[in-house]
């Protein structure tokens, strides 16, 4: 068993009202847990849900833009989250990447932005369907990562995020050992592109349609550290999912 930290994040999309939030706060207060447990709501509530949270859970922003300050009309700075106290940020997930159309440089530029500003980073990386069924998934993942990398200076800051983009929401999962086999390329590539060392003590996670039900089976592949969560994030079973490693 790695002494890597077991790292479950959820992922709350836009989704959530108060009413909706306090249920999830209330059965997030009650997490009683080893690992790291990370929640991203909506931009509007991440002070309500940070200043909520007794538990050791910790609060993350969805995604953030790659300057402190200025005319940026509806974007969030990493100082805006640092100032309200929010140490996390999620960068470059599928839907920034293919509904926002954010391309591979400026989740790079963010990457870099947001860890200079002093934010705990979780760059996501996966593949589309057709990519995949083309046999070029690593090319996809590496030359993603490749991004990440170069803007990267502080590793004991970053857990990467693979997410089949297949799998996001789909109810479509990886199969332990298909994403078992990407966490393993995607760990060799970090030996081979960054160093040993942090290759070993990077979290990967694996996000798309984690659920209670196959969380536990997962979380057994030696390269997944852990897990990205959506929809079932906002569910009561989310709690099974943060001790799926137990
Ligand atoms: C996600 O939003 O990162 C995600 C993995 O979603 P879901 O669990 O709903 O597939």
Request: with cysteine.
């Amino acid at each position: 068993m790695s002494d890597r930290r077991f790292f479950v994040g959820g992922n709350f999309k836009m989704n959530g009202d108060k009413a909706s939030l306090d249920v999830i706060i209330n059965n997030l207060n009650t997490v009683d847990s080893p690992n790291d447990v990370v929640v991203a709501p909506p931009s509007p509530y991440l002070s309500y849900v940070a200043s909520k949270l007794t538990s050791n859970v910790k609060v993350s922003a969805q995604n953030c833009y790659k300057v402190a300050k200025g005319a940026y009309t509806g974007e969030i700075s990493p100082a805006m989250l640092c100032d309200l106290g929010i140490s996390w940020v999620i960068l470059g997930h599928s839907e920034r990447r293919h509904v926002f159309n954010e391309k591979d440089e400026l989740i790079g530029q963010k990457v870099k932005h947001a860890l200079q500003s002093g934010l705990n980073i979780i760059p996501c990386i996966g593949e589309k369907l057709d990519e995949r069924e083309a046999g070029v998934t690593e090319q996809i993942v590496f030359e993603q990562m490749k991004h990440i990398k170069d803007n990267v200076e502080d590793w004991s800051r970053v857990v990467i995020a693979y997410e089949p983009v297949w799998a996001i929401g789909t109810g479509k999962t990886a199969t332990p050992a298909q994403a078992q086999e990407v966490h393993e390329k995607l760990r060799k590539w970090l030996a081979d592109n960054v160093s040993n060392e942090v290759a070993q003590s990077t979290r990967i996670i694996y996000g798309g349609s984690v659920n209670s039900g196959n969380c536990k089976e997962l979380a057994q592949g030696k390269d997944i550290d852990g897990f990205l969560v959506g929809g079932a994030s906002l569910k009561p079973d989310f709690l099974e999912i943060v001790k799926a490693n137990a």
